[in-house]
């Protein structure tokens, strides 16, 4: 007897409906723990059916919204109040199909960008098997947002959400953690941390490309870029890192049986040239399709990859462009921060110009800058102690961001200065009990005169103001402190942060000294 063709017909409709159902879908940033913004409507979207009815339940509440043409639907639950329960949110379109997201918790929200030395794990920090001892923290979840950068703005993510413990911690963002540690522990809300970085880019893979090409500021930036961007041929390239990678293997083999510490794998020429090279992919593929998630405010650590003296004198201008894109983008004037480089050896002023950068776009409102210049390591760009650069993150953000009272949410800024005689008379924001660390006398300060050469100084605390002087120079014109790449200081407010390196010139920098040539003794 012939199959019926009803059943068939049914069976068909059935596969179709099937397939369909997969259309009704979220974010990857929406799923399994999750953290929700609490005290601010928070935006929630999809994608489902060209206009579909799709309604969003979550805390006692039903929101719903109708897709667009593309499928893609956008809505806002009301404010939400903090809560460690374990909920689920759920999306349910035509025909009872849905979406749902378990073990959702509501709390702040922060997000977290840059290179490196935002990327670097907790298991590369320092007291790395301590921490992980003591990582049990339920309502602190992190999400790591993988997808790749892309020549066009994306919709689309990759990534999950994971909640702290021992043996998760290790792929935390150290930086992230270490700050959303504290600011848990003072607050008592749970607190999600999205980690969007990579390491080795320039500040240009994060903005907008669009933003780029039409301020005139900025493409100046993008050609120093590329001069600087060394030119590599693809092919040799590919070859060397294939040899290269086969001796990495051979190499750590050897170290696995023997016991030994393992080497570092090697770098694909190609593949870092593409990444600095290319402009804006970064914003593309790794913040597009994040915008515009609900957060409490953002952090950044970047900085290292534009520190060459003919990319650096750009920093202040496209940081400031960053900061005002992303809020734009956002619809809001978000809280953000940022880690100011810190001491390493660097020759060159490039180093400097870039920390000073950083200090300038301070004027941007509701910012805020960790200072460093205690805390890095001289031959190692990516300092260990990550504890202490989240905790001077937190006290600005416990400080300005959640009201509380906190010992100092700066180290000391500059705030002006004037030139009486022989003096130079400073002020200082940031500065209650100003002080030098080991109580001796304050180090880092150099005062110059007209023919602009620098001359040692001394300084003298008077409550908020520094009285500087050098026997060396009778008439300064201009002051610089800390302006090196690994200086010696020791100045700090009374909650012990170090004041920020900075300068009352604006000299170029000078010329880097030739090199002495090849079989010659010392000049004498």
């Known amino acids: 007897m012939p199959t019926p063709r009803i ?28 953290v929700l913004q609490r005290e ?27 897709a667009d043409a593309s499928g893609k639907w956008f809505l806002r639950l009301d404010p939400l109040t903090a809560s460690a329960e374990s909920r689920k949110l759920t999306a349910t379109g035509k025909d009872g199909r849905k979406a749902e997201v378990s073990d959702v918790l509501v709390g702040d929200v922060w ?41 066009t703005a994306q919709t689309q993510s990759k990534g999950k959400w994971l909640a702290c413990t021992p043996d998760n911690v290790s792929g935390f963002s150290a930086t992230l953690y270490f700050f959303g540690r504290e600011i848990q522990r003072e607050i008592g809300v749970p607190i999600g941390l999205i980690n969007t970085s990579v390491g080795g880019t320039p500040i240009e893979a994060w903005i ?29 390239a590919k070859a060397d890192y294939a040899a290269e990678l086969k001796k990495f293997k051979a190499a750590k083999a050897k170290a696995v049986a023997e016991g030994t510490k393992a080497p570092r794998p090697p770098r694909n020429a190609a593949e870092v040239s593409e990444r600095k090279a290319s ?29 060459p003296e003919s990319r650096a004198q750009h920093y202040a201008q496209q940081l400031a462009a960053l900061v005002t894109d992303w809020r734009a983008r956002w619809g809001e004037e978000l809280p953000f ?42 031959k190692d760009i990516h300092p260990k102690n990550k504890q202490e650069v989240g905790r ?32 130079v008379i400073v002020t200082l924001a940031h500065a209650e009990g100003l002080k030098t660390r080991d109580g001796g006398p304050v180090k880092g300060f150099q005062l110059a005169g007209a023919d602009k050469q620098w001359k040692p ?54 010329p880097a000294p030739a090199p002495a040539a090849k079989g010659k003794g010392k000049a004498k």
Not at 115 to 139: C, G, I, Y
Request: charged content about 20%; hydrophobic content about 45%.
């Open 7 to 34: 059943p068939l017909l049914a069976l068909l409709c059935l596969a179709f409906a099937s397939l369909a159902a997969a259309d009704l879908r979220l974010p990857a940033v929406f799923s399994d723990h999750m």
């Open 40 to 66: 601010k409507p928070v935006a929630v979207w999809g994608w489902a059916d060209a206009d579909e009815e799709v309604s969003v339940e979550f805390a006692g509440q039903k929101k719903a919204a109708k």
């Open 111 to 151: 997000l977290g960008s840059g290179q490196s030395n935002m990327a670097m794990t907790v298991n590369r920090a320092k007291d790395f098997e301590q921490e992980k001892t003591a990582a049990t923290f339920p309502l602190i979840r992190h999400f790591k947002e993988e997808s790749a950068g892309a020549a």
């Open 208 to 236: 907008a490309p669009e933003v780029q090409e039409s301020k005139p500021a900025l493409k100046a930036a993008l050609e120093a870029q590329s001069a600087a961007t060394p030119k590599i041929d693809p092919e040799k």
């Open 279 to 307: 402009y804006g992919q970064l914003f593309n593929g790794k913040v597009a399709p994040l915008v515009p998630f609900t957060v409490k405010g953002m952090l950044w650590y970047q900085g290292e990859a534009n520190s």
């Open 337 to 378: 921060a940022w880690v100011q480089l810190p001491n390493f050896t660097r020759p060159g002023e490039g180093w400097p110009l870039t920390r000073e950068a950083m200090l300038k776009t301070l004027s941007l409102p509701k910012t805020g800058m960790a200072v460093t210049i205690d805390i890095g390591e001289a």
């Open 392 to 423: 001077r993150l937190s006290l600005w953000a416990l400080g300005t961001v959640y009201g509380r009272k906190v010992a100092a949410t700066s180290g000391p800024l500059p705030a002006g200065h004037e030139i009486k005689g022989a003096e």
């Open 457 to 510: 100084a001394t300084a003298r605390i008077e409550g908020a103001k520094l009285i500087v002087t050098s026997a060396e120079v009778a008439a300064p014109i201009a002051l610089r402190y800390a302006w090196l790449d690994f200086p010696e200081t020791n100045l700090v407010n009374s909650a012990d942060l170090p004041a920020s390196p900075f300068r009352t010139d604006d000299w170029a920098p000078l």
